[in-house]
């Protein structure tokens, strides 16, 4: 059975980081794409960035690119979402997920969800 668990939330001030992680476990993701989303109070969950996880490829939301950046290490089945230069509009519950096959910023397409973690950032 699949799992991810993310971990790394908080609360920061405008301008600083966190590293979120999701450790993944249940199978070979060596054909999957992850993908981390947000969804803030009131919004539709969003894509923020994805992962191939073989290729390494990486995808990102207009507006996170040039300040987050996601990786994976493949020795410990995890994922990272390393977030710089954080404004409050970053703030949001953080979901990774996973789906097999190619990449979609949809999603809908994606078949795992972790429970999600808070990043809170003050102004």
């Known amino acids: 059975q699949v799992q991810l668990v993310e971990s790394g939330g908080g609360l920061v001030q405008a301008g600083g980081s966190l590293r979120l992680s999701c450790a993944a476990s249940?199978?070979?993701?060596?054909?999957?794409?992850m993908g981390w989303f947000r969804q803030a109070p009131g919004k539709e969950r969003e894509f923020v960035a994805a992962i191939n996880w073989s290729s390494g490829r990486t995808y990102y939301a207009d507006s996170v690119k040039g300040r987050f950046t996601i990786s994976r290490d493949n020795a410990q089945n995890t994922v990272y979402l390393q977030m710089n230069s954080l404004k409050p509009e970053d703030t949001a519950v953080y979901y990774c997920?996973?789906?097999?096959?190619?990449?979609?910023?949809?999603?809908?397409?994606?078949?795992?969800w972790g429970q999600g973690t808070q990043v809170t950032v003050s102004s």
């Open positions: 249940g199978r070979t993701f060596s054909s999957y794409v």
């Open positions: 997920a996973a789906r097999y096959g190619t990449t979609w910023t949809n999603p809908a397409r994606y078949d795992y």
